[in-house]
């Protein structure tokens, strides 16, 4: 079954740093482009952040940038989001997604989420 | 960056309605549009690429169309399950964005 389960969401204080881990199973994980979108509680989709296949390209909202960085392993068929300097407006749900040619390069598989709260 | 702007923002209808969906872009973007659903507490659900080529196992029902800086998702008759949150999204330039979504409920 193709699969992309997120974890590592939590409670943490402004300022603070959280990691976040998507593992994959049921694809191709090493040739599979992946990216983090988030969503705030009731609002819409926000792109977050790119890494492409072979890790040698990164891409970031501004938002974000700066504070947050992407990884992947691909032995371990995961990604990763190290964020730092959290604020208030980083509390989101964060879900992992992936971005393959064959479909036109959309998020053709999302993770179910990981909720993420900043606030003290 | 390339908003996109989706309209309406709620679209009231009634199972077996025809729904008629809008995203515009800020510029334009060929046909690199992407369509979501999303149901209340779930993930977004891939629908439509490359602004008309559905996704595998999307109902026949789900169209999508346009090019340049119009495009229209169309559901041409509701059944239950419809009825959910849908976005629009670009994949033309950097940074990706989405639209700001239009709720399809039960009227």
Same mark, same amino acid.
């Given at each position: 079954?193709?699969?992309?389960?997120e974890s590592g969401g939590g409670l943490v204080q402004p300022g603070g740093s959280l990691r976040l881990s998507c593992a994959a199973s049921g694809f191709t994980f090493s040739t599979s482009d992946m990216d983090w979108v988030r969503q705030a509680p009731g609002k819409g989709l926000e792109w977050v952040s790119h890494i492409t296949d072979t890790s040698d390209t990164m891409y970031y909202a501004d938002s974000v940038k700066g504070r947050?960085? $992407?990884s992947?392993?691909?032995a371990k068929n995961s990604l990763y989001l190290q964020m730092h300097s959290l604020r208030d407006e980083d509390t989101a749900v964060y879900y992992c997604a992936r971005r393959v040619v064959p479909t036109g390069y959309a998020f053709d598989i999302w993770g179910q989420g990981?909720?993420?709260t900043v606030s003290s | 960056e390339i908003v996109l702007t989706?309209?309406?923002?709620t679209l009231s209808l009634s199972p077996g309605e025809r729904a008629t969906l809008s995203c515009r872009a800020s510029?334009? $973007?060929s046909r690199y549009l992407v369509w979501y659903q999303q149901r209340p507490g779930q993930?977004?659900?891939f629908l439509i690429y490359d602004a008309s080529d559905r996704a595998t196992g999307v109902p026949a029902r789900f169209s999508g169309s346009?090019?340049?800086t119009d495009f229209t998702l169309t559901i041409s008759s509701l059944e239950p399950e419809d009825f959910a949150v849908y976005y629009c999204q670009q994949r033309a330039d950097w940074p990706l964005t989405f639209g700001g979504g239009t709720k399809v409920e039960i009227k």
């Open positions: 079954e193709v699969q992309l389960l947050f960085t $992407i992947r392993d691909n990981t909720v993420v | 989706q309209s309406p923002a510029q334009s $973007i993930a977004p659900r346009g090019s340049g």
